[in-house]
């Protein structure tokens, strides 16, 4: 959180809202189940977490759809995690397989992408107040905290639903909401869906290979896989912040 904070500072909300999305909290909770709970809990763990992405990817759908009506920050969060919860318990009742998780995913990032109104102003310049960072890292903690201590009484599916939570991207846009109102917000969700490419290219990797395959070397091709999915939206990013 410190380091996607900083980004997000330095280099604009839109590319901290791009790490955001990538696996950065939910690849160490896959590996810390995998060596607690053993290969084939990750295993189907990331099938559930494939089928997640959907739902994280309705959030920000929401999340961005709202906002630019300038309704209350607690009236976006609310309605996008209601969105969220709804869509899993949707997604889950259908039993996918990895792959067409995969492939559901990628239709619906596709889709909102085009959806989400696009930042109408390149940001402002915002004074943080020192409590700002603390907050954050302590939001995002207790969000991983309790995905990954309640594991074991969750099971696999649950815990696979659970991982792909942006315990990073949306205590960011909230935060960044507050401080640079809904331009701000658009940049870190719009961040998070192209990011999102990248966690599902993370949990296809383990999914498949985790059970046979060594797993440092499994989780080394997912994490570098996710990050060279990632790659291509950087000059789009530079190129929109420079204009």
Same mark, same amino acid.
């Given at each position: ?11 604009? #909300?839109?590319?901290?809202? /791009? =790490?955001?999305? !990538?696996? +950065?909290?939910?690849?160490?909770? %896959?590996?810390? @189940? ?58 889950? #009742?259908?039993?996918?397989? /990895? =792959?067409?998780? !995969?492939? +559901?995913?990628?239709?619906?990032? %596709?889709?909102? @992408? ?78 998070? @869906? ?50």
């Amino acid at each position: 959180m410190w380091l996607v904070s900083y980004a997000s500072r330095k280099w604009g #909300t839109a590319f901290g809202g /791009l =790490l955001s999305g !990538l696996p +950065l909290s939910s690849g160490p909770v %896959s590996i810390y @189940l995998m060596i607690e709970q053993g290969r084939g809990f990750a295993a189907e763990s990331a099938v559930s977490s494939l089928i997640s992405i959907g739902a994280v990817a309705m959030f920000s759908l929401a999340y961005g759809l709202l906002c630019v009506r300038q309704l209350r920050i607690l009236l976006c969060t609310l309605a996008a995690l209601s969105a969220f919860l709804v869509t899993i318990g949707a997604l889950q #009742t259908f039993h996918l397989s /990895l =792959l067409r998780a !995969l492939l +559901l995913d990628l239709i619906m990032l %596709s889709m909102f @992408l085009g959806v989400i109104p696009k930042p109408r102003t390149a940001g402002v310049n915002v004074i943080y107040p020192p409590w700002d960072l603390p907050a954050r890292m302590i939001a995002a903690t207790s969000m991983v905290l309790l995905v990954t201590a309640s594991a074991r009484l969750l099971g696999p599916q649950l815990s696979g639903l659970l991982s792909p939570i942006p315990v990073l991207a949306w205590p960011l846009c909230v935060f960044v909401h507050a401080q640079q109102g809904s331009d701000g917000a658009l940049a870190v969700l719009r961040g998070n @869906l192209q990011g999102a490419y990248g966690v599902c290219v993370f949990y296809t990797v383990v999914g498949m290979l985790v059970r046979s395959w060594d797993p440092t070397l499994t989780y080394t091709i997912a994490l570098l896989g996710s990050v060279l999915v990632s790659i291509p939206w950087l000059p789009r990013r530079q190129t929109a912040r420079a204009a």
